[in-house]
């Protein structure tokens, strides 16, 4: 077996990985290997060919690969190194080691000081939401199909109907209809839209592709190809009204139904997972339960923005380097972070609070759409800090910064109606 | 015009064990199947249980061929590196009334010669089994009902037959048989015309209209549909032994087990119904499993499903296992109603089929240089670390992970398409390696699995099909 | 003519109407911020639109290069520009930003490629 030695090791050359070991070099970790299943870095950014990325953190509207290409650019400049085409097969937090393999060196052990985790995260399926019917072929996930289209030059179908509404279902509306496919309809579980006002706007009603809310996908037919779908309008508990379903000719069918935090090897290493994000808990500085280990990205809690991923994947990174170098010691006075009225969930779920001036960013979604709200986070009734929304939806993270000083037990997040 | 001595119509379980067993005499043998790939239709969806036969109708062909069949297992997987395990199951009685039935199931077991079926106390079966419905008041226990990977199982009978010189017809549907003075003649298929001196009809949901074209169309084939669910290998609630419902009257019930590479199945529901080619799901059929598995394990959590399916088996009406020959027709074999426990009694079906065929006549010596055993596609996931190394500098593409969930390496995915009988879709490759088997069911692998069946078949994109002609994958390029 | 606009410019997506004919905008109606004023007002006058699509290219490593419109593109052109650049093959190198097809169907708009590719 191969061995390498190194300060941080990060799994997965993705945003979050790219950001993460960018930041742990400038903090100064001497070795910091990026280990990328990939032949390049820059993970799904680089199907995400639409604009739309890098508003908050370059105030430019960029697309996934101008997005990257910067950090890419940067992790050169700073000397971050990369094992590409390799694949992780196991972490053990214990030791501190990464078993991984690829062609060029076989099985591979790669030592490190401490770990950064950045394996992002996978599509929900359609056998995952039970959709019924039989298993032709042209049933894709929007990712599978972006993947082809975007980046393997392959096209997937004609005539499409996408379930879900959320940004990748919409934006993969418009990239079929540019690329000649005829967008039947999206179909949506929910009374709202799932992703951005504006995806709506630019990728379905500017091609006229109609948006069914509150409708579902109940059936899938064909026996080779799919022949179609039939799409039901669901009553107020989400089941179908199965005498109003219609049938919709179609010989593709896209699913984006969800993400799901890519977390086996988390738990293999025996990692704490948080059973609402589904993604390792995490402290401020994002120490997962095993101390030498760090998460980031959409590993820990599916991000709508990758400009957010960057952001807490250079503290991942920074406070990597700092454990790998020795200066993340000292008295712990750990507090948990808790969900009280209408947040879903929480990150991070604990924070560490004997730093003298630091600040902490709670970011959380939340579980019904609301208008007219007030965001608070507060120690029992000690109010740490608010702010003022015209509206929060379950497709938007919410955020909340508060100082470490102020607090003196379990942070409490809620969200209050105004009068 | 091909020239054998044996056409085996159907690549399924049955057919497949048919033709390795034809395989070790001095015969030759052509197996035709209207698929793209051996596997057959309902040995390819189904529970992937070996039975024993407990719980067969006592003194019938089919328990005689269950019983048989299920010690013939050991040899055959160790011989030909089929994924197999004898997990023992279990048959819980959760309520009184079910508790009563007991002894008359045993008795049954002992008519069947199973005689390693013995009562469990409830204590004891909650011990085996903890997620077992703690009411459960006790139970018998089966300790020879195995796992098995079925597709494997098809394929590697299959390939053994192959390597041992039986010709293999796919894309090939059988069209039409011609007889000559109460012989058979010939086998007209899509693809060739075969002259033969037999024909064994293994045609499964199909047998029905094979027999038509020779006239001896005395039964027809119901299919009784059978929904399943995958779930999760992660899933918080698992079983180690197959966990099998007191049958009722009407049913036979829905069970839970691991299956062989770890994931929980649960299921099947049973409906009859007229059509052979729909294999769809149902809300109400997939609800009804979860339903009828949670009064045996209360926390079962089908949430975590990553797959559903659906199989059909070919029910006879009249119902039963049959093996018929006719004076009038000389050379004819026909197999019917080989229904849930086809999968278990196919190899015992193989060595009876053509041990009929030698006690009537047929002419055929022992082979002496017959190939006994197969090597299966090497398991990259499944080796040592120090394995695995030397696999990868062996051949660099077992260092290139294309399938992430199951851990499936270049170097599989290339050796199912090159072996023979190679993988030439999607679905095959699965069936194989199970590149695409996992959480994410091909979402992430399935490009590249296109993208690699295209460039080692020579062909575009656009021609690869996810199995059968039509099944098109894609639909060409964009540039 | 009238026509109702839904403002993209923050996720409150006010539905603006406005009035006007042609290119001249006579009334806004519903709007809650100055941007979202601008917004609607040339929504309703030009809409405009970033394409971002990929051209073929050979020589590299990967079969499809990522390219965008350097400037928003008048959104009844859209497809126009796709007939171009889907006849359009480029071989590899090709640097970020380096121009792929210039001024694309007379819009003084630039097609440029978004990713450095190297030639294998």
Redesign the interface.
């Known amino acids: 077996?191969y061995n390498v030695n190194c300060d941080v090791a990060i799994i997965g050359g993705g945003p979050a990985g790219l950001a993460a070991a960018i930041a742990a070099k400038k903090e100064g970790a001497e070795k910091v290997l990026v280990l990328e299943?990939d032949n390049a870095p820059g993970g799904i950014l680089q199907q995400c060919i639409h604009p739309g990325f890098g508003l908050t953190r370059f105030k430019a509207e960029l697309t996934g690969p101008e997005y990257y290409g910067r950090f890419v650019d940067e992790a050169k400049e700073v000397g971050v190194e990369y094992m590409l085409?390799t694949?992780v097969?196991e972490v053990c937090n214990e030791t501190n080691e990464v078993?991984c393999?690829?062609?060029?060196?076989?099985?591979t052990c790669v030592k490190a000081k401490s770990i950064v985790l950045a394996m992002g995260c996978?599509?929900r399926?359609?056998?995952?939401i039970?959709v019924?019917?039989?298993?032709?072929?042209?049933v894709?996930?929007a990712?599978?199909a972006q993947?082809?289209?975007n980046r393997?030059?392959?096209?997937?179908?004609?005539k499409v109907v996408i379930l879900g509404s959320g940004d990748i279902g919409m934006i993969m509306a418009r990239r079929m209809t540019l690329?000649g496919a005829q967008v039947v309809m999206v179909v949506e579980l929910m009374d709202y839209l799932a992703g951005l006002t504006r995806n709506r706007v630019q990728c379905l009603d500017d091609f006229g592709i109609p948006l069914k809310l509150a409708h579902t996908i109940?059936?899938?037919?064909g026996?080779?190809?799919v022949t179609g779908v039939w799409v039901a309008p669901v009553d107020d508990k989400k089941q179908p009204i199965a005498d109003k379903a219609e049938f919709v000719e179609c010989?593709t069918v896209l699913f984006s139904v969800g993400l799901l935090p890519e977390n086996?090897l988390t738990?293999k290493a025996g990692i704490a997972i948080d059973p609402v994000t589904n993604g390792p808990a995490v402290n401020q500085y994002m120490q997962t339960s095993a101390p030498s280990v760090f998460a980031c990205g959409n590993v820990v809690h599916v991000n709508d923005l990758v400009d957010n991923v960057s952001e807490e994947s250079e503290r991942a990174g920074k406070y990597a380097a700092r454990y790998a170098m020795g200066k993340l010691d000292g008295e712990k006075k750990i507090v948990k972070c808790v969900t009280g009225r209408n947040v879903r969930y929480l990150c991070p779920q604990t924070i560490e609070a004997n730093e003298v001036d630091g600040k902490v960013t709670l970011y959380f979604r939340v579980l019904q759409p609301e208008e007219n709200v007030r965001l608070v986070a507060r120690c029992g009734d000690t109010q740490l800090a608010k702010c003022k929304e015209f509206r929060v939806n379950p497709g938007e993270m919410c955020h909340l910064t508060v100082a470490t000083k102020d607090i003196d037990g379990d942070v409490t997040v809620d969200v209050v109606k105004e009068d | 015009m091909l020239k054998t001595d044996v056409v085996v119509i159907g690549a399924g379980a049955v057919g497949c064990a048919v033709a390795r067993e034809l395989s070790k005499y001095e015969v030759d043998v052509i197996v035709v199947e209207k698929n793209e790939d051996v596997g057959g239709d309902a040995s390819k969806s189904n529970s992937a249980i070996i039975h024993t036969g407990y719980d067969a109708a006592p003194d019938t062909l089919e328990s005689q061929l269950v019983v048989a069949a299920n010690p013939m297992y050991d040899e055959l997987c160790a011989d030909l590196d089929i994924p197999f395990k004898r997990i023992g199951a279990i048959l819980p009685a959760i309520t009184d009334e079910q508790f009563e039935q007991l002894p008359a199931i045993k008795e049954k077991a002992f008519r069947n010669r199973v005689y390693d079926v013995e009562y469990k106390s409830g204590a004891e079966l909650l011990e085996m089994e903890p997620e077992l419905n703690p009411a459960v008041k006790g139970g018998l226990w089966i300790p020879r009902e195995s796992i098995i990977d079925p597709f494997i199982l098809v394929q590697a009978y299959a390939e053994n037959a192959y390597a041992n010189g039986v010709r293999f017809l796919l894309n090939s549907k059988v069209e039409g048989i011609t007889t000559e003075n109460g012989k058979i003649k010939t086998v007209k298929t899509s693809t060739e015309e075969i002259e033969t001196t037999y024909v064994i009809n293994c045609a499964g949901l199909y047998c029905d209209e094979v027999a038509e074209m020779v006239g001896k169309a005395e039964y027809k084939v119901v299919a009784r549909k059978g929904q399943f669910f995958i779930l999760d290998k992660?899933t918080s609630c698992q079983v180690e032994h197959i966990v099998l419902p007191i049958p009722t009257k009407i049913t036979k019930g829905k069970l839970m087990c691991p299956t062989i590479h770890g994931n929980m199945l649960v299921g099947p529901t049973a409906e009859d119904q007229d059509s052979k080619?729909?294999?769809?799901?149902?809300?109400e059929?997939?609800a009804s499993i979860t339903t009828d598995v949670r009064n045996l394990i209360p926390n079962v959590n089908v949430r975590d499903?990553?797959?559903?399916?659906s199989g059909l088996r070919p029910n006879r009406n009249p119902e039963g296992l049959n093996f018929d020959i006719w004076d009038d027709l000389e050379g004819y074999v026909n197999l019917s109603g080989v229904r849930s426990t086809g999968l278990t009694l196919s190899l015992s079906m193989g060595t009876f089929v053509v041990q009929q065929l030698l006690a009537r006549g047929a002419d055929w010596k022992r082979k002496e240089n017959f190939i006994k055993k197969r090597k299966g596609i090497v398991k990259f996931s499944e080796c040592t670390?120090?394995e695995?190394?030397e696999l990868?500098?062996q051949n660099?593409?077992?260092?290139?992970?294309i399938c992430?969930?199951e851990?499936i390496t270049e170097a599989e995915i290339l050796d199912a398409i090159h072996r023979p009988l190679g993988a030439r879709s999607?679905d095959a490759v699965k069936r194989r390696v199970r590149a695409g088997m996992g959480?994410?069911?091909?979402?992430?692998c399935?490009?590249k699995v296109?993208?690699i069946l295209a460039r080692e078949l020579g062909c575009s994109?656009a021609d690869i099909?996810?199995?059968?002609?039509?099944?098109?994958?894609?639909?060409?390029?964009?540039? | 003519m009238k026509k109702e606009i839904i403002c993209t410019v923050c996720p409150r997506g006010c539905h603006i109407m406005v009035e006007g004919a042609g290119d001249t905008v006579s009334s806004v109606e519903g709007y809650a911020c100055k941007r979202g004023l601008e917004y609607a007002s040339a929504e309703f006058a030009h809409p405009v639109r970033i394409l971002t699509t990929?051209?073929?290219v050979t020589g590299a490593q990967e079969?499809?290069l990522p390219v965008r419109s350097n400037n928003p593109i008048p959104k009844e052109k859209l497809f126009e520009c796709m007939d171009v650049i889907?006849a359009i093959?480029v071989k590899a190198p090709v640097n970020c930003y380096d121009v792929i097809v210039a001024d694309i169907c007379g819009t003084g708009v630039n097609i440029v490629s978004t990713k450095t590719v190297e030639a294998e």
Do not use: H, W
Not at chain 2, 439 to 444: D, H, I, T, V
């Open positions: 077996m299943r085409d694949m097969l078993v393999t690829s062609s060029r060196y076989g099985l996978r599509e399926t359609r056998a995952g039970m019924p019917g039989t298993r032709p072929a042209g894709y996930t990712g599978a993947r082809l289209v393997q030059n392959i096209m997937v179908g004609k690329e109940t059936r899938i037919e026996n080779e190809r010989d086996e738990r | 992660n080619l729909d294999k769809s799901t149902s809300a059929g997939l499903t990553i797959t559903q399916y670390r120090e695995q190394d990868v500098k660099p593409l077992y260092g290139n992970v992430r969930c851990t999607v959480r994410c069911q091909g979402g992430f399935g490009p296109i993208e994109p099909n996810k199995n059968n002609d039509g099944s098109n994958m894609v639909t060409g390029f964009t540039r | 990929t051209v073929k079969s499809l889907r093959e």
